[in-house]
């Protein structure tokens, strides 16, 4: 039997197990940095088959790597396993919590590092028969969703000696993920003032909400001179508790993006002024606790025409009718014109013309080719952080129905159902297939290490983090 065939076997035999380990995650979904059920329920798994386990990557508690092999080349797996505040959802096409404002996995983790786990473990399944050498790794990675796990590990240099990374995200349709990301600074800007009763002396007092609302207002006149595909967004988290009070505290929270890194330090920059500027003008103190950074994703065109290649093989996904009608369900609950954007989007990551009546199709089974200029994505993930630091690619397969809008509950229920269990599946192969080549194939890996070492052009990777920082 070829290595090819044995991972596949190994998958295959163990379908129902990984279904049942995916599901349990889902039943048992914890936020960011919290994720003690599924970083542990991966891990034992691991460490049952024979894989080194470390714990704490990156100063996480629920991070860990799992390790089997000796030697070169390491490929590394990419595996997340965060829920979502506010998501709990039963497995249901109508709006129903299992827990009213409790956590679900609402962008398909439980799928995620469940399918990561299983390339790794049929490639090691391979290896030991073949002899094949060479080094694999599982990386859990926590916190994704706050943009904290991957830029924490990565500045504590968890990547730096991987010859590729591999990785994927669940999805609407199967294709290779190969446009660029934004950049994005996460921050917190605090104002400190003094308190007073607002009816009676406000003279006495100084408002830190008026060092927010003075600060806000200043980058709403940034956004004029600032790249027109960067985005500024936030949120007061905190602003005062009564309006006879002059408030003491208020924070603001801000998301900053743009399609280079050194766009979002220079915005960065800038925002720091306008907080000082506010600070000034109300009379106020103020401080930035810059909470997370990540980079503009580097795709690697090698390892992204190597994932198609492996999941055209495959392309073993098929829906049953239950499970068509299902997604059928859970659409007619999307907002309007959720369906026609998902159609939308596929379309342009895609190179061939898509048929019109493919929007009818709830679920997506046929394997797409990627286009090769794919346009910027508004997202931000810290995949991007280890893409500057070795040759990454990842690809997304169909777990929910088309149009689903990410983040939801319809996610949710999808991600629990048969449906994410297939594109699961299928990932699992895909990734292990690509995998096999990268460890026995010296050439691709050498061409990947090449467009890599163009496309950074000189640049290298400088964390976004201060030393200092901890994960949050």
């Not at 103190?285 to 997370?292: A, C, P, V």
Request: net charge negative; aromatic share 8%; with cysteine.
């Amino acid at each position: 039997m070829s290595a090819k065939a044995i991972i596949l076997e190994h998958i295959n035999q163990n379908d129902e197990e990984l279904a049942f380990i995916a599901k349990e995650i889902w039943d048992h979904p914890q936020v960011a940095l919290q994720e003690e059920f599924a970083s542990k329920l991966l891990a034992d798994k691991m460490a049952a088959d024979g894989f080194d386990i470390t714990w704490g990557a990156g100063g996480m508690p629920t991070a860990f790597v799992a390790e089997w092999g000796s030697g070169s080349p390491v490929i590394g797996f990419l595996g997340e396993y965060d829920a979502l505040p506010g998501l709990s959802q039963e497995m249901s096409s109508d709006r129903s919590p299992i827990m009213e404002g409790g956590p679900g996995h609402g962008c398909g983790h439980n799928l995620f590092g469940t399918a990561c786990m299983a390339s790794v473990m049929g490639q090691k399944a391979a290896m030991e028969r073949e002899g094949i050498g060479g080094t694999i790794r599982f990386y859990g990675c926590p916190a994704e969703e706050t943009l904290v796990g991957k830029t924490f590990m990565a500045r504590d240099g968890a990547f730096d000696d991987l010859d590729a990374a591999i990785t994927w995200h669940p999805g609407d349709n199967n294709l290779t993920w190969n446009g660029p990301t934004m950049a994005m600074n996460s921050f917190r800007v605090s104002f400190y003032g003094v308190a007073a009763h607002a009816g009676a002396t406000p003279w006495l007092g100084r408002s830190a909400l008026d060092g927010v609302m003075l600060m806000d207002a200043g980058v709403n006149y940034m956004r004029e001179h600032v790249p027109p595909e960067s985005r500024i967004h936030s949120v007061v988290t905190s602003g005062g508790q009564a309006p006879n009070v002059v408030p003491a505290f208020a924070q603001v929270w801000y998301f900053v993006r743009a399609p280079e890194r050194a766009q979002v330090e220079e915005m960065y920059r800038w925002m720091g002024d306008i907080a000082q500027g506010a600070a000034l003008m109300s009379g106020t103190r103020h401080e930035i606790e810059l909470l997370s950074g990540c980079y503009n994703m580097l795709p690697n065109a090698v390892i992204s025409d190597l994932l198609h290649q492996k999941m055209a093989e495959v392309d073993d996904m098929r829906f049953t009718e239950q499970e068509r009608q299902f997604a059928r369900d859970l659409q007619a609950t999307f907002p309007d014109g959720s369906v026609q954007r998902g159609y939308d989007w596929a379309q342009q990551f895609t190179s061939v013309r898509l048929d019109p009546a493919e929007i009818d199709d709830p679920l997506w089974e046929r394997v797409l080719p990627p286009s090769s200029s794919p346009p910027l994505m508004g997202g931000s993930t810290e995949v991007a952080d280890v893409s500057w630091i070795t040759p990454t690619a990842q690809i997304t397969t169909t777990c929910w129905p088309l149009g689903t809008p990410g983040h939801s509950w319809q996610t949710v229920a999808s991600c629990g159902s048969s449906i994410g269990a297939k594109g699961m599946i299928l990932a699992a192969k895909t990734m292990g297939l690509a995998g096999l080549d990268l460890l026995t194939q010296p050439q691709l890996l050498a061409s990947a290490r090449a467009e890599f070492d163009a496309s950074r052009a000189g640049r290298v990777y400088v964390s976004p983090l201060p030393p200092d920082a901890t994960p949050q």
